[in-house]
């Protein structure tokens, strides 16, 4: 036998496939299927959702919901149909026919022009020791997105990507497993498109036509196959529906719209005090300041150093004096330190809310703060408690948190030494059980903890850092009143977007990294995460002038836009790089705060639809296959277009221009899509264009979100013909869930010779201050009026 890198071929177990179907029930919105020893069960859940469920032992596992929102009894009756033959089971919604063949049991879907798509293959559902898979065919000319978090590019065919949460430092574009875990994604071609959600905690795994062309596989190390097939056809639609099966984010303040500066560390409350300053001084906006973990002490989590941040809230409330919010990072690591009168250790010790190995034995590792022990955060007691933690740094006014090393990523021996990255044994058991009370011995303890757990980290590693974020939401929540907070964490699970944003974890200042930030924050956007962002300029290592710039250009379309740099680079801040470098940064900066009523439209509508904010062409150009593999060209919204500059050195590239009329965002210039045109880019430009027809609403250059009311309002129009939707409240409270927020709907049209623009009566329970609406016919001219919210029709 050949040797392939000093490695002997391996000889996998061989699978067993499910056997014929023996009958068929049904019972409500489910059909069941009798296949000898195991069984499947299809329940349709919506016209375009069923829930394929299988089980190889013929016993279903308990329900757990740690990512799914409604349950399968909680959705709204669904019509449908069933009918019987000697070879097959059809079931049939208003969109959707499910064709199950009685011999194998093999499942195809078809649309209602008779295309078939997630149609199982050959092997169908099987299993062997430890693990259980499906097969599906792939169609001809399908590409396939989302998976979460995933480096290298857009389209994923013919890869492999593995779910299992990990502490990612050094990723480049080959890397699988990364800190986010988010079994889902979508499969495109022209005309039919569908997703799947593989609802598993435990290691799982995609294969995309790698192994066996032609086909895809999804595997778990769960004990059943469960999965949610959700039918588009386009991009739009699955993601309404996997959003409303995983839930969606809440809206965020305006602040967090606004510009984040962070550094691994501004170590000391007069380094920060300085950070602030230079941005006012120098009119950069700014609306956010992130301490890193050096502003603890000894890397205690919910502490302060005594020396270096002395005054912790004299600090932050002069911060917010002057127009920054401030956010600390929180780790999951609590120092083990007995007999220290560390408060959070000694809790936690107390109440029994750390992890234990199997044998009741403690379980520790090394972080930051060397030796430490970790919450259980999959217990309810325990989440409560870590919620109730973040009212120390609530009270003086932090007003987010940053939750980081949460896969969670931990070492074996202290940092500095040679050891290996570790989580928690696998066997380790977590969940809500919880421990006995203070009377009982240690022993009944691990008894009854034993008794009542049967959730092992094998299946919740995934879950860790999801909720941890969840605790930490919910924390915010209780103690900062009616004011909506900011959550930021590294690592989670499908529906993580329901309880923080996220960022791509430890980037590099590579030109590598700004191109795959791209196709990175579009693949999280097609998996229902739309607050993404990555670190702009690279966290390790040390940018150039260049690249600092290229890359600002590229962070004003993130949707969490972040500076950050790591310990021992040279700093990353606006104005290290020269003039040249601190205008083009403030240029794109400003611009991000002029657009930002265009941007939180866009959040809002991510919060209703699920949509993302950073969309790849193909969202709303899926049937033009020129879209299928673009990268590097991506949509703010619907209407505005970038195409980056990510090589040094590069001044002109080419662009692709879907079907529709185009304009350069800085020349007016026109175009007729489709067509590639060359882009003339130095380094001051990042080629812009916007849609023919689109409605732009924009307000005046501000140094942070709330410096002063919006006096007035700019709709910049280009002629077409579109409908707009334009949503306000007051960017701070808790308050537009209850409709307290206003809604404007806007349509340009043309008539005759003319362009006329229509602005509808404002409606909802919120009125903005006064102000006047400058509407911009772009290239035409502009007309004004005072903002009364009634209607108003104006001709160009």
Known sequence: MPQYFGKLPTTNQPWTTISNVKAVTWDNNA????????????????????????????????????????????????????????ATVEIETAQIRVCVQREKCRIACFDKANRSFAQDADMGMGWRIGAVAGWKQIATDEHFYGFGERTGWLDKLSEVKTNWTVDALDYDALTDEMYQAIPFFMALRPDVGYGIFFNTTFWSQFDIGAEQPGVWKMETRGGELDYYMIYGPEPAQILETYTQLTGRMPLPPKWALGYHQCRWSYDSEIVVRELAQEFRQRRIPCDVIHLDIDYMQGYRVFTWSKERFSNPAKLVSDLAQNGFKTVTIIDPGVKYEPEANYHVFDQGIENDYFVRKADGELFHGYVWPDKAVFPDFLRPDVCNWWANLHKSLTDIGVAGIWNDMNEPAIDSRPFGDDGEKIWFPLDAPQGAGGAGGEEENFQSKIQNLKSKIDVTHAEVHNLYGLMMAKACYEGLQRHRGVERSFVLTRSGYAGVQRWSSVWMGDNQSLWEHLEMSLPMLCNMGLSGVAFVGCDIGGFAGNATAELFARWMQVGMLYPLMRGHSAMSTARHEPWVFGDRVENICREYINLRYQLLPYIYTLFWEAVTTGAPILRPLLY???????????????????????????????????????????????????????????????????????????????????????????????????????????????????????????????????????????????????????REVIVELVGAGEQRFQDDGKQHILQF
Not at 673 to 699: D, F
């Open 31 to 86: 059909i069941n299927f009798d296949c000898g020893d195991s069984r499947l069960i299809i329940s349709v859940l919506a016209p375009n959702l069923i829930r394929v469920h299988f089980a190889p032992t013929g016993e279903f596992m308990p329900r757990r919901s740690w990512a799914i929102t409604l349950d399968d009894a909680e959705w709204a009756t669904t019509p449908f149909a069933v009918q019987e033959t000697e």
């Open 620 to 770: 709303h150009f899926p049937n033009d296959p020129k879209t299928y593999t673009l990268y590097d060209q991506v949509l703010l919204g619907a209407s505005l277009m970038a195409a980056p500059i990510y090589r040094p050195g590069i001044e002109h590239r080419s662009v692709y221009l879907p079907a529709g009329t185009w304009y350069d965002w800085w020349s007016g210039d026109r175009y007729e899509g489709p067509i590639h045109i060359l882009a003339h880019a130095p380094l001051e430009r990042m080629p812009l264009y916007v849609r023919g027809g689109a409605i732009v609403p924009m307000q005046s250059v501000k140094q942070y979100v709330d410096e002063t009311p919006l006096e007035e309002i700019r709709l910049r129009i280009w002629p077409g013909n579109n409908e707009y939707q334009l949503y306000e409240d007051d960017g701070q409270t808790k308050e537009y869930q209850d409709k307290k927020f206003s809604l404007t709907n806007i349509c340009v049209f043309t008539q005759t010779s003319q362009t006329v623009v229509e602005i509808e009566a404002r409606v909802g329970e919120w009125t903005p201050p006064p």
